[in-house]
C-alpha cells in the first residue's frame, strides 16, 4: 500500500491530519522529523545506527566543553557507556500524533539542536575574551576551596593554552557548520508507524493501560532495525511550519478529541 502523505500548509492546523482509522488504532504510534531526512527514511526506514548525522561530532563538542570544564546535555545522548560504545540508537516513538509533532518542531531533533547551541557557547568562549576571562576566573574563584581538583586544574590550563584552545575552536566550528548543513532548508514531518506489541517487551502493557485510561501521552522506544520502510503508512509535513503547543492527552476517542480540537482552533482564541 503507497504511504499516504498529507502537507499542512497553514501553521496553526493542529487538526490530526490522517485516516480516522489510524487515530482509533493503539498500534499506530507515530514519530516526529525532519524533512532534510525524509528521503532516507522513506528509502529504508529507520535502520538500527543510520543517524543523520556522525555521532562522534556530538562527542567533539562534548569533549570540548570538557575540555574547560564546562557542564554539557551531551552525554544524554552519547549513553552512559560512552566512550567505551557508540551511543545507544533506539527509536522513540509516542501514540499521541501531537507529541510527534512538537518533537518535530525541533529544528532536526533535539539533540542537533543541543549539539550546535553548544558548540555557539564555546565557540562564544574562545572568540571573547571577556567570557574567556569570566570563565577563568570562576574556576580560579574554585581552586581556593579545592587547590588541587584535578578537573579545575586542567580546564585552567586549556584556557590559558592558546594553540589548544585554537585547535578545539577549530573542531566545533567545523561540527556547528557541517550540522547546520543538514537542517538548512527544512520543516517538521511526523511519520505514522504500523508497529508490533513484542517490539517493546513489557512497555506495551504498560502503554495500552495509558490508552485505555484515555492517557494518550505515553514514549516507547525500539530498535530502529524494526521500523522498515514498509512500516511507515503515512507521513505529514509542515512546509510552513507548526507550533508545539498544543498536546492534548486526556481523550478516549475521536468524539473527546473533536471537543478538544474545536475548542483551540486559532478564530476561537482569545
Not at 28 to 53: D, Q
Not at 208 to 213: G, I, R, V
Request: include cysteine; charged fraction near 25%.
Amino acid at each position: 500500500m503507497p504511504m499516504e502523505a498529507v502537507t499542512i500548509v497553514h501553521p496553526e492546523d493542529r487538526s490530526y491530519p490522517f485516516n480516522r482509522i489510524y487515530f482509533d488504532n493503539p498500534q499506530i504510534l507515530y514519530h516526529g522529523s525532519w524533512s532534510t531526512y525524509a528521503k532516507a527514511i522513506e528509502a529504508k526506514g529507520f535502520v538500527h545506527g543510520a543517524l543523520p548525522f556522525d555521532w562522534k561530532d556530538v562527542a567533539t563538542v562534548f569533549e570540548a566543553h570538557r575540555a574547560i570544564g564546562r557542564g554539557s546535555y551531551l552525554p544524554v545522548f552519547l549513553g552512559r557507556n560512552y566512550p567505551r560504545e557508540e551511543p545507544p540508537r533506539d527509536l522513540s516513538i509516542t501514540g499521541n500524533f501531537w507529541f510527534a509533532r512538537a518533537y518535530a518542531t525541533d529544528g532536526g531533533g533535539e539533540v542537533l539542536r543541543k549539539t550546535i547551541e553548544e558548540a555557539i557557547l564555546f565557540e562564544e568562549i574562545c572568540a571573547i575574551p571577556e567570557k574567556r576571562a569570566a570563565l577563568e576566573a570562576h574556576w580560579q574563584k574554585a581552586l581556593q576551596g579545592q587547590p588541587n581538583h584535578p578537573d579545575t586544574v586542567a580546564a585552567l590550563r586549556t584556557l590559558g593554552d592558546e594553540q589548544r584552545l585554537s585547535r578545539l575552536f577549530a573542531e566545533v566550528k567545523s561540527v556547528r557548520e557541517r550540522l547546520s548543513r543538514l537542517t538548512n532548508g527544512g520543516f517538521p514531518v511526523v511519520y505514522a508507524i504500523r508497529v508490533q506489541p513484542e517490539w517493546f517487551g513489557d512497555g506495551w502493557a504498560r502503554y495500552l493501560s495509558d490508552w485505555e485510561t484515555s492517557i494518550r501521552a505515553h514514549e516507547l522506544r525500539c530498535s530502529g532495525v524494526l521500523v522498515q520502510a514498509d512500516r511507515i503508512i503515512a507521513r505529514a509535513e509542515y512546509p510552513t511550519g507548526t507550533d508545539c503547543d498544543f498536546r492534548p492527552t486526556g481523550f478516549h476517542n475521536w468524539e473527546e478529541y473533536q471537543k478538544i480540537w474545536n475548542s483551540s482552533r486559532p478564530e476561537r482564541r482569545s
